[in-house]
Protein backbone atom coordinates (compact mmCIF):
# COMPACT_ATOMS: atom_id res chain seq x y z
CA UNK A 1 0.00 0.00 0.00
CA UNK A 2 1.34 3.58 -0.74
CA UNK A 3 1.64 6.22 1.84
CA UNK A 4 -1.11 8.92 2.37
CA UNK A 5 0.18 12.64 1.43
CA UNK A 6 -1.32 15.64 3.45
CA UNK A 7 -1.70 17.71 0.98
CA UNK A 8 -2.69 20.41 2.79
CA UNK A 9 0.34 20.30 4.37
CA UNK A 10 2.21 19.41 1.54
CA UNK A 11 1.05 22.94 -0.27
CA UNK A 12 1.60 24.77 2.82
CA UNK A 13 5.29 23.69 3.68
CA UNK A 14 7.91 25.74 3.25
CA UNK A 15 10.62 25.14 1.28
CA UNK A 16 10.15 24.20 -2.51
CA UNK A 17 8.85 20.42 -3.23
CA UNK A 18 8.55 18.69 -6.16
CA UNK A 19 6.90 14.97 -5.58
CA UNK A 20 7.88 12.79 -8.55
CA UNK A 21 6.31 8.94 -9.39
CA UNK A 22 9.73 6.39 -9.36
CA UNK A 23 9.45 5.57 -12.62
CA UNK A 24 12.38 5.70 -14.47
CA UNK A 25 13.31 7.10 -16.72
CA UNK A 26 10.51 9.34 -16.88
CA UNK A 27 10.54 10.48 -13.27
CA UNK A 28 6.74 12.19 -14.05
CA UNK A 29 5.88 15.35 -11.79
CA UNK A 30 2.90 14.57 -9.67
CA UNK A 31 2.92 17.30 -6.98
CA UNK A 32 4.60 20.69 -6.90
CA UNK A 33 4.31 23.31 -3.99
CA UNK A 34 3.69 27.06 -4.15
CA UNK A 35 6.93 27.35 -2.73
CA UNK A 36 8.04 25.18 -6.24
CA UNK A 37 6.61 26.79 -8.85
CA UNK A 38 7.73 30.58 -7.05
CA UNK A 39 11.18 29.69 -7.55
CA UNK A 40 10.91 27.98 -10.54
CA UNK A 41 8.53 30.66 -12.47
CA UNK A 42 6.40 27.87 -13.11
CA UNK A 43 2.64 26.69 -13.07
CA UNK A 44 0.83 23.29 -12.54
CA UNK A 45 0.11 23.40 -15.61
CA UNK A 46 3.50 23.21 -17.20
CA UNK A 47 4.63 20.34 -14.57
CA UNK A 48 1.83 17.87 -13.41
CA UNK A 49 2.12 15.02 -15.38
CA UNK A 50 5.63 15.11 -17.26
CA UNK A 51 8.68 13.74 -16.95
CA UNK A 52 10.80 16.10 -14.95
CA UNK A 53 13.35 16.39 -17.86
CA UNK A 54 11.63 17.08 -20.03
CA UNK A 55 9.81 20.00 -17.88
CA UNK A 56 13.53 20.80 -17.23
CA UNK A 57 15.63 20.30 -19.83
CA UNK A 58 19.15 20.88 -20.36
CA UNK A 59 19.84 24.27 -21.29
CA UNK A 60 21.91 23.98 -24.81
CA UNK A 61 24.23 26.54 -24.00
CA UNK A 62 25.33 24.33 -21.21
CA UNK A 63 25.26 20.95 -22.52
CA UNK A 64 29.26 21.03 -21.51
CA UNK A 65 28.35 20.57 -17.74
CA UNK A 66 25.74 17.83 -18.22
CA UNK A 67 24.13 18.88 -15.55
CA UNK A 68 21.08 16.97 -16.11
CA UNK A 69 22.62 13.46 -16.15
CA UNK A 70 24.15 14.74 -12.55
CA UNK A 71 20.44 15.04 -11.75
CA UNK A 72 19.14 12.00 -13.13
CA UNK A 73 21.94 10.40 -11.76
CA UNK A 74 20.87 11.38 -7.90
CA UNK A 75 17.20 10.25 -8.28
CA UNK A 76 18.73 6.56 -9.48
CA UNK A 77 20.63 6.33 -6.51
CA UNK A 78 17.60 7.22 -4.31
CA UNK A 79 15.94 3.96 -5.56
CA UNK A 80 18.80 2.17 -5.36
CA UNK A 81 19.66 2.92 -1.97
CA UNK A 82 16.37 4.04 -0.48
CA UNK A 83 18.50 6.66 1.44
CA UNK A 84 18.28 10.65 1.04
CA UNK A 85 20.82 12.10 -1.54
CA UNK A 86 22.40 15.50 -1.24
CA UNK A 87 23.48 17.61 -3.70
CA UNK A 88 25.57 20.84 -2.19
CA UNK A 89 25.98 22.74 -5.83
CA UNK A 90 24.21 21.98 -8.56
CA UNK A 91 24.46 24.55 -11.90
CA UNK A 92 21.07 23.93 -13.13
CA UNK A 93 19.72 26.75 -15.13
CA UNK A 94 15.77 27.31 -15.73
CA UNK A 95 13.77 27.48 -18.71
CA UNK A 96 12.21 31.52 -19.39
CA UNK A 97 8.24 29.96 -20.21
CA UNK A 98 7.65 30.82 -23.71
CA UNK A 99 11.10 31.95 -24.94
CA UNK A 100 13.87 29.54 -25.89
CA UNK A 101 15.80 31.62 -23.22
CA UNK A 102 17.65 30.27 -19.47
CA UNK A 103 18.21 31.69 -16.53
CA UNK A 104 21.39 30.75 -15.13
CA UNK A 105 20.51 29.21 -11.81
CA UNK A 106 22.38 27.62 -9.05
CA UNK A 107 20.79 24.90 -6.16
CA UNK A 108 21.41 23.10 -3.22
CA UNK A 109 19.24 19.96 -4.32
CA UNK A 110 17.89 17.16 -1.53
CA UNK A 111 15.78 14.02 -3.08
CA UNK A 112 14.72 11.55 -0.31
CA UNK A 113 12.21 8.63 -0.54
CA UNK A 114 8.70 7.80 0.58
CA UNK A 115 8.59 3.66 1.55
CA UNK A 116 5.13 2.28 0.85
CA UNK A 117 4.19 -0.58 3.95
CA UNK A 118 6.67 -3.12 1.84
CA UNK A 119 9.73 -0.74 2.03
CA UNK A 120 9.51 0.26 -1.59
CA UNK A 121 10.22 3.45 -2.86
CA UNK A 122 6.43 4.70 -3.66
CA UNK A 123 7.69 8.53 -4.05
CA UNK A 124 10.56 10.98 -4.64
CA UNK A 125 10.54 13.96 -2.58
CA UNK A 126 12.44 16.72 -4.49
CA UNK A 127 13.02 19.81 -2.80
CA UNK A 128 15.62 22.52 -3.80
CA UNK A 129 17.19 25.59 -2.23
CA UNK A 130 18.08 28.59 -5.28
CA UNK A 131 21.67 29.73 -4.23
CA UNK A 132 22.52 31.82 -7.01
CA UNK A 133 23.11 34.86 -5.18
CA UNK A 134 25.30 33.05 -2.26
CA UNK A 135 27.10 31.38 -4.93
CA UNK A 136 27.50 34.38 -7.06
CA UNK A 137 28.91 36.42 -4.00
CA UNK A 138 31.31 33.40 -2.68
CA UNK A 139 32.54 33.26 -6.31
CA UNK A 140 32.75 36.61 -6.67
CA UNK A 141 35.24 36.79 -2.86
CA UNK A 142 36.72 33.69 -4.03
CA UNK A 143 37.70 35.43 -7.43
CA UNK A 144 38.71 38.35 -5.57
CA UNK A 145 40.82 36.40 -3.20
CA UNK A 146 42.67 34.63 -6.25
CA UNK A 147 43.36 37.40 -8.00
CA UNK A 148 44.84 39.51 -5.06
CA UNK A 149 46.87 36.29 -4.48
CA UNK A 150 48.14 36.04 -7.90
CA UNK A 151 48.72 39.85 -8.36
CA UNK A 152 50.68 39.62 -5.36
CA UNK A 153 52.47 36.69 -6.26
CA UNK A 154 53.38 38.20 -10.13
CA UNK A 155 53.67 41.66 -8.39
CA UNK A 156 56.32 40.31 -6.14
CA UNK A 157 57.88 38.73 -9.07
CA UNK A 158 57.15 41.42 -11.48
CA UNK A 159 59.20 43.32 -8.56
CA UNK A 160 61.76 41.12 -8.32
CA UNK A 161 63.21 41.47 -11.63
CA UNK A 162 62.50 44.58 -12.69
CA UNK A 163 65.47 46.48 -14.55
CA UNK A 164 64.67 49.39 -12.34
CA UNK A 165 64.85 50.64 -8.41
CA UNK A 166 61.02 49.91 -7.33
CA UNK A 167 59.08 49.67 -4.15
CA UNK A 168 55.71 49.62 -2.83
CA UNK A 169 54.55 51.52 0.41
CA UNK A 170 51.11 50.85 1.84
CA UNK A 171 48.84 52.56 4.12
CA UNK A 172 48.40 55.92 5.32
CA UNK A 173 51.97 55.05 7.82
CA UNK A 174 53.01 54.34 4.56
CA UNK A 175 54.72 50.97 5.28
CA UNK A 176 57.27 49.53 3.03
CA UNK A 177 55.33 46.55 1.53
CA UNK A 178 57.64 45.47 -1.24
CA UNK A 179 61.06 46.67 -2.27
CA UNK A 180 63.41 45.03 -5.01
CA UNK A 181 67.20 44.78 -4.69
CA UNK A 182 68.03 47.80 -6.67
CA UNK A 183 65.88 49.75 -4.16
CA UNK A 184 67.07 48.01 -0.93
CA UNK A 185 70.85 49.23 -2.73
CA UNK A 186 69.87 52.99 -2.78
CA UNK A 187 68.63 53.13 0.88
CA UNK A 188 71.32 50.94 1.78
CA UNK A 189 69.32 48.40 3.76
CA UNK A 190 67.81 44.50 4.01
CA UNK A 191 64.83 42.72 3.61
CA UNK A 192 64.34 43.69 7.35
CA UNK A 193 63.16 47.23 6.26
CA UNK A 194 59.86 45.19 4.84
CA UNK A 195 56.75 46.17 7.24
CA UNK A 196 58.53 49.35 8.55
CA UNK A 197 57.62 53.25 8.18
CA UNK A 198 59.09 54.93 5.28
CA UNK A 199 60.41 57.37 7.36
CA UNK A 200 62.26 54.87 9.43
CA UNK A 201 63.65 53.66 6.11
CA UNK A 202 65.12 56.61 4.17
CA UNK A 203 69.01 57.83 4.24
CA UNK A 204 69.25 61.01 6.15
CA UNK A 205 70.74 63.25 2.80
CA UNK A 206 67.36 62.33 0.84
CA UNK A 207 64.98 62.08 3.61
CA UNK A 208 62.80 65.30 3.82
CA UNK A 209 62.76 65.95 0.55
CA UNK A 210 61.05 62.48 -0.81
CA UNK A 211 59.26 62.00 2.33
CA UNK A 212 57.58 65.65 1.16
CA UNK A 213 56.69 63.95 -2.32
CA UNK A 214 55.58 60.84 -1.29
CA UNK A 215 52.98 62.52 1.34
CA UNK A 216 52.18 65.02 -2.04
CA UNK A 217 51.51 62.11 -3.94
CA UNK A 218 49.38 59.97 -1.55
CA UNK A 219 46.98 62.98 -0.58
CA UNK A 220 46.87 64.39 -3.60
CA UNK A 221 46.84 61.33 -5.93
CA UNK A 222 48.57 62.81 -8.99
CA UNK A 223 52.42 61.27 -9.97
CA UNK A 224 55.46 63.50 -8.78
CA UNK A 225 59.09 63.58 -9.80
CA UNK A 226 62.28 64.58 -9.09
CA UNK A 227 65.65 64.93 -11.13
CA UNK A 228 69.12 63.86 -10.94
CA UNK A 229 68.95 63.05 -6.87
CA UNK A 230 72.57 62.91 -5.74
CA UNK A 231 73.12 59.74 -3.20
CA UNK A 232 76.54 57.96 -1.68
CA UNK A 233 76.44 54.13 -2.29
CA UNK A 234 78.59 51.41 -1.17
CA UNK A 235 80.49 50.31 -4.18
CA UNK A 236 83.47 48.57 -5.04
CA UNK A 237 84.37 49.12 -1.22
CA UNK A 238 84.17 52.84 -1.53
CA UNK A 239 81.22 55.61 -1.15
CA UNK A 240 80.25 56.70 -4.28
CA UNK A 241 78.34 59.57 -5.92
CA UNK A 242 75.54 58.19 -7.44
CA UNK A 243 72.31 60.17 -9.33
CA UNK A 244 68.51 58.86 -9.78
CA UNK A 245 65.35 60.10 -11.64
CA UNK A 246 62.68 59.82 -8.92
CA UNK A 247 58.53 59.18 -9.66
CA UNK A 248 55.95 58.67 -7.34
CA UNK A 249 52.83 57.52 -8.43
CA UNK A 250 49.54 56.70 -6.39
CA UNK A 251 48.46 53.20 -5.58
CA UNK A 252 44.59 52.66 -5.82
CA UNK A 253 42.71 49.65 -4.43
CA UNK A 254 39.33 48.42 -5.96
CA UNK A 255 37.29 50.88 -5.06
CA UNK A 256 39.43 53.84 -6.61
CA UNK A 257 40.70 55.09 -3.32
CA UNK A 258 44.40 55.67 -2.34
CA UNK A 259 46.18 53.01 -0.48
CA UNK A 260 49.88 53.45 -0.87
CA UNK A 261 52.41 55.18 -3.18
CA UNK A 262 54.71 53.31 -5.89
CA UNK A 263 58.24 54.23 -5.95
CA UNK A 264 60.30 54.18 -8.67
CA UNK A 265 64.11 55.16 -9.15
CA UNK A 266 66.22 54.79 -12.42
CA UNK A 267 70.02 55.63 -12.04
CA UNK A 268 71.37 58.33 -14.37
CA UNK A 269 74.87 58.78 -12.88
CA UNK A 270 76.54 58.31 -16.75
CA UNK A 271 73.90 60.80 -18.02
CA UNK A 272 74.93 63.33 -15.26
CA UNK A 273 78.20 63.10 -15.70
CA UNK A 274 77.99 63.33 -19.37
CA UNK A 275 76.23 66.05 -19.02
CA UNK A 276 78.38 67.86 -17.10
CA UNK A 277 81.85 66.50 -19.23
CA UNK A 278 79.72 67.83 -22.27
CA UNK A 279 79.49 71.45 -20.48
CA UNK A 280 83.16 71.10 -19.43
CA UNK A 281 83.89 70.29 -23.48
CA UNK A 282 81.42 73.34 -24.40
CA UNK A 283 83.25 75.85 -22.28
CA UNK A 284 86.83 74.68 -23.13
CA UNK A 285 85.26 74.82 -27.03
CA UNK A 286 84.51 78.24 -26.66
CA UNK A 287 87.97 78.71 -24.90
CA UNK A 288 89.39 77.64 -27.89
CA UNK A 289 87.11 79.36 -30.31
CA UNK A 290 88.26 82.50 -28.21
CA UNK A 291 91.68 81.58 -28.37
CA UNK A 292 91.82 81.32 -32.11
CA UNK A 293 90.26 84.42 -32.89
CA UNK A 294 87.43 82.08 -34.91
CA UNK A 295 83.59 83.27 -35.66
CA UNK A 296 80.76 80.91 -35.44
CA UNK A 297 77.76 80.49 -37.99
CA UNK A 298 74.29 78.04 -37.44
CA UNK A 299 72.46 77.80 -39.97
CA UNK A 300 68.66 76.28 -39.89
CA UNK A 301 69.01 75.27 -44.06
CA UNK A 302 65.62 74.26 -43.93
CA UNK A 303 64.07 77.49 -42.88
CA UNK A 304 67.04 79.94 -44.39
CA UNK A 305 67.76 81.13 -41.42
CA UNK A 306 71.52 81.97 -40.10
CA UNK A 307 72.73 82.91 -36.93
CA UNK A 308 76.38 83.86 -36.47
CA UNK A 309 78.32 85.21 -32.95
CA UNK A 310 79.81 88.55 -32.40
CA UNK A 311 83.31 88.15 -33.82
CA UNK A 312 81.63 85.83 -37.50
CA UNK A 313 79.89 89.51 -37.80
CA UNK A 314 83.08 91.45 -37.45
CA UNK A 315 85.09 89.33 -40.25
CA UNK A 316 82.03 89.55 -42.86
CA UNK A 317 81.80 93.45 -41.69
CA UNK A 318 78.18 93.00 -41.86
CA UNK A 319 76.14 94.62 -38.27
CA UNK A 320 72.22 94.13 -37.20
CA UNK A 321 71.25 91.22 -34.71
CA UNK A 322 71.93 88.11 -34.41
CA UNK A 323 69.77 86.56 -36.89
CA UNK A 324 70.13 86.32 -40.25
CA UNK A 325 66.60 85.99 -43.05
CA UNK A 326 67.83 83.79 -45.58
CA UNK A 327 71.12 85.25 -45.33
CA UNK A 328 71.40 87.61 -47.47
CA UNK A 329 73.28 90.06 -45.60
CA UNK A 330 76.17 87.46 -45.79
CA UNK A 331 75.40 86.87 -49.20
CA UNK A 332 76.22 90.61 -50.09
CA UNK A 333 79.17 90.84 -47.90
CA UNK A 334 81.15 88.32 -50.71
CA UNK A 335 83.72 89.75 -52.99
CA UNK A 336 82.17 89.41 -56.30
CA UNK A 337 84.91 87.74 -57.97
CA UNK A 338 84.51 84.70 -55.56
CA UNK A 339 80.75 85.13 -55.02
CA UNK A 340 79.81 82.39 -57.84
CA UNK A 341 82.45 80.00 -56.63
CA UNK A 342 81.27 80.38 -53.15
CA UNK A 343 77.78 79.68 -54.21
CA UNK A 344 78.58 76.48 -56.21
CA UNK A 345 80.81 75.02 -53.85
CA UNK A 346 77.86 75.51 -50.79
CA UNK A 347 75.56 73.56 -53.31
CA UNK A 348 77.95 71.02 -53.71
CA UNK A 349 78.48 70.81 -49.55
CA UNK A 350 74.72 69.90 -49.65
CA UNK A 351 75.03 67.14 -51.87
CA UNK A 352 75.66 64.32 -49.62
CA UNK A 353 77.22 61.74 -52.39
CA UNK A 354 79.50 64.81 -53.08
CA UNK A 355 81.30 66.22 -50.50
CA UNK A 356 79.15 64.41 -47.27
CA UNK A 357 78.60 67.90 -46.23
CA UNK A 358 81.68 68.87 -45.83
CA UNK A 359 82.45 72.18 -46.39
CA UNK A 360 86.16 74.08 -46.37
CA UNK A 361 86.80 76.95 -48.25
CA UNK A 362 88.26 80.35 -49.14
CA UNK A 363 87.00 83.46 -50.22
CA UNK A 364 87.40 87.11 -50.13
CA UNK A 365 84.71 89.56 -48.19
CA UNK A 366 84.05 93.39 -48.89
CA UNK A 367 82.30 94.63 -44.96
CA UNK A 368 79.25 96.49 -46.28
CA UNK A 369 80.18 98.98 -43.30
CA UNK A 370 84.03 100.16 -44.18
CA UNK A 371 84.16 98.48 -47.33
CA UNK A 372 87.39 96.90 -45.85
CA UNK A 373 88.58 93.71 -47.43
CA UNK A 374 89.24 90.30 -45.96
CA UNK A 375 90.61 86.64 -46.70
CA UNK A 376 88.03 84.34 -45.42
CA UNK A 377 89.26 80.53 -44.47
CA UNK A 378 85.33 78.80 -43.56
CA UNK A 379 84.86 75.43 -42.40
CA UNK A 380 81.58 73.46 -41.75
CA UNK A 381 79.70 70.46 -41.59
CA UNK A 382 76.00 70.38 -43.15
CA UNK A 383 74.18 67.75 -41.40
CA UNK A 384 71.19 65.71 -42.95
CA UNK A 385 67.56 64.99 -41.95
CA UNK A 386 65.98 61.62 -41.89
CA UNK A 387 64.87 62.31 -45.69
CA UNK A 388 68.03 62.78 -46.75
CA UNK A 389 67.53 66.60 -47.33
CA UNK A 390 70.18 69.51 -45.93
CA UNK A 391 69.08 70.55 -42.26
CA UNK A 392 71.21 72.23 -40.40
CA UNK A 393 75.00 73.89 -41.59
CA UNK A 394 77.05 74.73 -38.51
CA UNK A 395 80.44 76.05 -39.00
CA UNK A 396 83.51 78.68 -38.29
CA UNK A 397 85.50 81.39 -40.17
CA UNK A 398 88.20 82.82 -39.54
CA UNK A 399 90.11 86.23 -40.68
CA UNK A 400 93.08 84.50 -43.25
CA UNK A 401 93.78 88.15 -44.41
CA UNK A 402 97.08 88.95 -42.75
CA UNK A 403 98.61 85.35 -43.27
CA UNK A 404 97.17 85.76 -47.59
CA UNK A 405 99.27 89.28 -47.19
CA UNK A 406 102.42 87.05 -45.56
CA UNK A 407 102.06 84.41 -48.49
CA UNK A 408 102.04 87.32 -51.15
CA UNK A 409 104.82 88.69 -49.96
CA UNK A 410 106.45 85.51 -49.76
CA UNK A 411 105.75 84.72 -52.89
CA UNK A 412 106.47 88.07 -54.63
CA UNK A 413 109.81 87.46 -52.67
CA UNK A 414 110.53 84.18 -54.41
CA UNK A 415 109.63 84.87 -57.51
CA UNK A 416 111.62 87.50 -57.66
CA UNK A 417 114.70 86.15 -56.23
CA UNK A 418 113.97 83.18 -58.81
CA UNK A 419 114.21 85.07 -62.12
CA UNK A 420 117.39 86.84 -60.70
CA UNK A 421 118.77 83.60 -59.91
CA UNK A 422 117.78 82.02 -63.16
CA UNK A 423 119.86 84.15 -65.47
CA UNK A 424 123.30 83.63 -64.09
CA UNK A 425 122.36 79.41 -63.35
CA UNK A 426 121.62 79.23 -66.97
CA UNK A 427 125.15 81.15 -67.80
CA UNK A 428 126.67 79.28 -65.50
CA UNK A 429 125.48 75.69 -66.70
CA UNK A 430 126.38 76.84 -70.30
CA UNK A 431 130.05 77.49 -69.07
CA UNK A 432 130.03 74.09 -67.43
CA UNK A 433 128.43 72.23 -70.79
CA UNK A 434 130.91 74.33 -72.54
CA UNK A 435 134.17 73.40 -70.51
CA UNK A 436 133.44 69.89 -70.61
CA UNK A 437 133.14 69.75 -74.48
CA UNK A 438 136.12 71.37 -75.46
CA UNK A 439 138.06 69.98 -72.86
CA UNK A 440 136.60 65.81 -73.16
CA UNK A 441 139.91 64.84 -74.61
CA UNK A 442 142.55 66.98 -72.67
CA UNK A 443 141.59 67.29 -69.21
CA UNK A 444 142.05 64.86 -66.39
CA UNK A 445 139.66 62.59 -64.73
CA UNK A 446 139.46 64.53 -61.80
CA UNK A 447 138.61 67.41 -63.69
CA UNK A 448 135.89 65.67 -65.84
CA UNK A 449 134.66 64.18 -62.79
CA UNK A 450 134.79 67.68 -61.15
CA UNK A 451 132.89 69.09 -63.91
CA UNK A 452 129.64 66.33 -63.89
CA UNK A 453 129.19 66.99 -60.58
CA UNK A 454 128.71 70.92 -61.37
CA UNK A 455 126.56 69.65 -63.79
CA UNK A 456 124.18 67.97 -61.72
CA UNK A 457 124.08 70.20 -58.70
CA UNK A 458 123.47 73.28 -61.64
CA UNK A 459 120.52 71.25 -63.03
CA UNK A 460 119.00 70.31 -59.53
CA UNK A 461 119.08 74.07 -58.73
CA UNK A 462 117.57 75.20 -62.10
CA UNK A 463 114.47 72.33 -61.06
CA UNK A 464 114.01 74.05 -58.07
CA UNK A 465 113.72 77.79 -59.39
CA UNK A 466 111.52 76.18 -62.18
CA UNK A 467 109.67 74.76 -59.15
CA UNK A 468 109.75 78.51 -57.50
CA UNK A 469 108.65 80.07 -60.52
CA UNK A 470 105.86 77.63 -61.31
CA UNK A 471 103.99 78.70 -57.77
CA UNK A 472 104.23 82.02 -58.60
CA UNK A 473 102.26 81.50 -61.56
CA UNK A 474 100.08 79.44 -59.88
CA UNK A 475 99.40 81.85 -57.41
CA UNK A 476 98.97 84.46 -60.53
CA UNK A 477 96.50 82.14 -61.81
CA UNK A 478 97.52 78.67 -62.64
CA UNK A 479 100.17 76.69 -64.69
CA UNK A 480 100.24 77.33 -68.15
CA UNK A 481 99.14 74.01 -69.79
CA UNK A 482 99.92 72.95 -73.74
CA UNK A 483 97.70 70.00 -74.45
CA UNK A 484 98.76 67.62 -77.52
CA UNK A 485 98.72 63.82 -77.48
CA UNK A 486 100.91 61.38 -76.67
CA UNK A 487 101.80 57.59 -76.02
CA UNK A 488 102.01 57.64 -72.20
CA UNK A 489 104.52 54.35 -72.05
CA UNK A 490 106.59 55.90 -74.13
CA UNK A 491 106.86 58.73 -71.71
CA UNK A 492 107.06 57.27 -68.83
CA UNK A 493 110.50 55.14 -70.64
CA UNK A 494 111.92 58.45 -71.28
CA UNK A 495 111.80 59.89 -67.59
CA UNK A 496 112.77 56.56 -66.05
CA UNK A 497 115.66 57.03 -68.54
CA UNK A 498 116.47 61.00 -67.27
CA UNK A 499 116.34 59.70 -63.47
CA UNK A 500 118.54 56.98 -63.33
CA UNK A 501 121.36 59.29 -62.62
CA UNK A 502 119.44 61.57 -59.90
CA UNK A 503 118.17 58.16 -58.77
CA UNK A 504 121.37 56.04 -58.67
CA UNK A 505 121.81 53.58 -57.11
CA UNK A 506 117.98 52.49 -56.43
CA UNK A 507 116.82 50.64 -59.43
CA UNK A 508 113.33 51.17 -61.34
CA UNK A 509 111.32 48.32 -62.43
CA UNK A 510 108.80 49.70 -64.96
CA UNK A 511 105.06 47.32 -65.36
CA UNK A 512 103.69 48.65 -68.36
CA UNK A 513 100.69 48.04 -70.48
CA UNK A 514 98.90 48.18 -73.88
CA UNK A 515 99.30 52.02 -75.56
CA UNK A 516 97.65 54.47 -73.92
CA UNK A 517 97.42 57.80 -75.67
CA UNK A 518 96.20 60.82 -73.45
CA UNK A 519 95.76 64.41 -74.47
CA UNK A 520 97.78 66.79 -72.34
CA UNK A 521 100.59 68.60 -71.32
CA UNK A 522 103.52 66.47 -71.51
CA UNK A 523 106.63 68.13 -69.99
CA UNK A 524 104.21 68.79 -67.11
CA UNK A 525 103.32 65.17 -66.66
CA UNK A 526 106.73 64.09 -67.38
CA UNK A 527 107.47 66.56 -63.99
CA UNK A 528 104.96 65.15 -62.40
CA UNK A 529 107.00 61.43 -63.16
CA UNK A 530 110.17 62.51 -62.36
CA UNK A 531 109.13 64.40 -58.78
CA UNK A 532 107.48 61.15 -57.53
CA UNK A 533 110.40 58.78 -59.00
CA UNK A 534 112.89 61.12 -57.18
CA UNK A 535 110.81 61.42 -53.76
CA UNK A 536 110.53 57.45 -54.11
CA UNK A 537 114.26 57.28 -54.17
CA UNK A 538 115.30 60.08 -51.22
CA UNK A 539 112.80 58.69 -48.71
CA UNK A 540 113.79 54.93 -49.04
CA UNK A 541 117.60 55.42 -48.52
CA UNK A 542 117.82 51.52 -47.36
CA UNK A 543 115.72 50.01 -49.79
CA UNK A 544 116.72 50.64 -53.53
CA UNK A 545 113.74 48.98 -55.04
CA UNK A 546 111.24 51.22 -56.59
CA UNK A 547 108.41 49.88 -59.01
CA UNK A 548 106.44 52.06 -61.46
CA UNK A 549 102.82 50.46 -62.96
CA UNK A 550 100.60 51.80 -65.35
CA UNK A 551 97.30 50.25 -66.03
CA UNK A 552 93.88 51.19 -67.41
CA UNK A 553 90.67 51.51 -65.31
CA UNK A 554 87.86 51.73 -66.95
CA UNK A 555 88.82 55.47 -69.10
CA UNK A 556 91.23 56.49 -66.75
CA UNK A 557 95.25 55.85 -66.48
CA UNK A 558 96.23 54.74 -63.21
CA UNK A 559 99.66 55.52 -62.41
CA UNK A 560 101.70 54.15 -58.92
CA UNK A 561 104.86 55.05 -57.96
CA UNK A 562 105.72 52.56 -55.07
CA UNK A 563 109.25 52.44 -52.42
CA UNK A 564 109.81 50.52 -49.39
CA UNK A 565 111.55 53.20 -47.59
CA UNK A 566 110.22 55.09 -44.40
CA UNK A 567 107.14 55.23 -45.12
CA UNK A 568 104.29 58.66 -43.67
CA UNK A 569 102.52 58.83 -40.61
CA UNK A 570 98.56 58.18 -41.04
CA UNK A 571 98.44 61.38 -39.22
CA UNK A 572 100.41 63.16 -42.00
CA UNK A 573 98.76 61.61 -45.14
CA UNK A 574 95.88 64.56 -44.88
CA UNK A 575 98.72 67.26 -45.74
CA UNK A 576 100.74 65.42 -48.06
CA UNK A 577 99.83 67.88 -50.91
CA UNK A 578 100.21 71.33 -49.45
CA UNK A 579 102.28 73.73 -50.11
CA UNK A 580 105.49 74.06 -48.29
CA UNK A 581 104.29 71.08 -46.29
CA UNK A 582 107.73 68.87 -44.75
CA UNK A 583 107.09 66.03 -42.10
CA UNK A 584 110.38 66.77 -39.62
CA UNK A 585 111.54 63.77 -38.00
CA UNK A 586 115.11 61.96 -37.11
CA UNK A 587 114.47 59.77 -40.68
CA UNK A 588 114.15 63.23 -42.50
CA UNK A 589 116.39 65.50 -41.09
CA UNK A 590 119.37 65.51 -43.36
CA UNK A 591 116.94 65.74 -46.55
CA UNK A 592 116.58 68.41 -48.36
CA UNK A 593 113.64 70.34 -49.78
CA UNK A 594 111.14 72.76 -49.87
CA UNK A 595 107.98 71.18 -49.83
CA UNK A 596 106.83 72.13 -53.02
CA UNK A 597 107.28 69.22 -55.27
CA UNK A 598 104.55 67.36 -54.51
CA UNK A 599 101.83 70.76 -53.95
CA UNK A 600 103.14 70.89 -58.01
CA UNK A 601 102.65 67.65 -58.27
CA UNK A 602 98.62 67.87 -56.97
CA UNK A 603 98.47 71.33 -59.09
CA UNK A 604 99.44 69.77 -62.54
CA UNK A 605 97.24 66.58 -61.88
CA UNK A 606 94.31 68.76 -61.14
CA UNK A 607 94.46 70.90 -64.16
CA UNK A 608 94.41 67.40 -66.33
CA UNK A 609 91.05 66.49 -64.03
CA UNK A 610 92.81 64.16 -62.75
CA UNK A 611 93.28 62.79 -59.04
CA UNK A 612 96.27 61.87 -57.07
CA UNK A 613 96.83 60.44 -53.51
CA UNK A 614 98.93 58.09 -51.46
CA UNK A 615 98.56 54.79 -49.18
CA UNK A 616 101.49 54.63 -46.99
CA UNK A 617 102.80 52.06 -44.09
CA UNK A 618 104.83 53.83 -41.77
CA UNK A 619 108.29 51.84 -41.49
CA UNK A 620 107.26 49.93 -44.68
CA UNK A 621 107.13 51.90 -47.59
CA UNK A 622 104.68 54.05 -49.69
CA UNK A 623 102.72 54.48 -52.50
CA UNK A 624 102.27 57.53 -54.82
CA UNK A 625 98.99 56.77 -57.18
CA UNK A 626 97.52 59.56 -59.89
CA UNK A 627 95.13 58.83 -62.43
CA UNK A 628 94.34 61.10 -65.82
CA UNK A 629 91.68 60.58 -67.97
CA UNK A 630 92.26 59.04 -71.65
CA UNK A 631 91.13 60.30 -74.57
Not at 60 to 66: E, L, R
Not at 293 to 311: A, I, T
Request: proline letters at 3%.
Amino acid sequence: MKPNINLDAFYKAGPPILVLKPDPPYFTIIEANDAYLKVTSTTLKDLLGRPILTAFPQNPNDAASKNTAVFYNSLLTVMETKQQHVLNILKYDIPIRGTDQFEVKYWMVTNFPVLDDQGNVAYIVHTNVDVTSTYELVKKERIEIEVEDWTNKHLREFFAHAPVAIAMLKGRDLKVELANTLMLEIWGKSMEIIGKRMSDVLPPSIKLEVLSLISQTYCSGRSHYNEDIKMLLARDGSLQEAYFNMMYHPLRDSSDCICGVIIMAAEVTEQVKGKADLLQEQQRSRLAIEAADLGVFDMDVEHGVLKCDLRCKEIFGIGGGDVYDQAQEFMDALHEEDKNRLVKLMRNAFKRPLKNGDYDVEFRTVSTINQQMRWVRAKGKLFFNEQGMPGRFIGTVLDNTRQKREEQLKNDFIAMVSHELKTPLTSLKAYVQLMKRQGRNQIDHLTAETLEKAETQVNKMVSMINSFLNISRLEAGGIMIEKSAFEFNTLILEVIEEVKAIVDPHVITFSGTEELWLTGDRDKIGQVLTNLLSNAAKYSLHNRDIRLDCRRKDARAQISVTDRGMGIRETDLPYLFTRFQRFESADTKNISGFGIGLYLCSEIVKSHHGVIWAESEYGKGTTMFFELPIK
